[in-house]
């Protein structure tokens, strides 16, 4: 019989470990990234069926549609550190989930300003405007959200307000980005 030598079938073994390991690592984001999809799903729908009653209205119906429930499921008031750390994981999802959505809702915006922009001269900056509004309001919005932290001081709430600054207003720019998208109608 013959037998393979001791650093061949430890390299194969190592091999193998390194194959599982990126095979297991390769299913979780998936998981998670299917999850990510389903809120966006969530959260765009809702923006969908509220917009035709103005931006407003989307916005009191549609924040916090997935981080408030999620809290609400947390653990109890006694363990404030953990509560505190479930509140921003679910701030944090939410804020996910409307990523994704001005992620999807940016092309569509950005291709209705360069109709506009072929169709009319007086609108032939919107395109470029649109990038620089969108950019100023990326400085914006971090700076707001530092400021609501920094109001907190050095409590341990200081990033959970962060984490909830961050899901309004990503979420309010996500609306308004939607609402104007039909612009070259």
Known sequence: ?????LHLLASAAASAVVVL????SWSAPTAA????LDDARFLTQCVETQLASGTARAESVCLGLIALP????????DDVQAQ?????????????????AVDEWWPDLLAATVTLDARDDRQSASADALRQAHRAWESFA????????ALWGRSTYREVSRADCEMRTLARRAIQLRAQTGLDS
Do not use: N
């Open 1 to 5: 019989m013959i037998r393979a030598p």
């Open 21 to 24: 390991s990126a095979l297991l």
């Open 33 to 36: 990234a299917a999850d990510e």
């Open 142 to 149: 971090q700076a707001e959200c530092a400021y609501a932290a």
């Open 70 to 77: 999620c809290t609400d499921a947390g653990p109890s008031a």
């Open 84 to 100: 505190e750390k479930h509140e921003i994981a679910c701030l944090s999802r939410e804020t996910a989930a409307w990523q994704v």
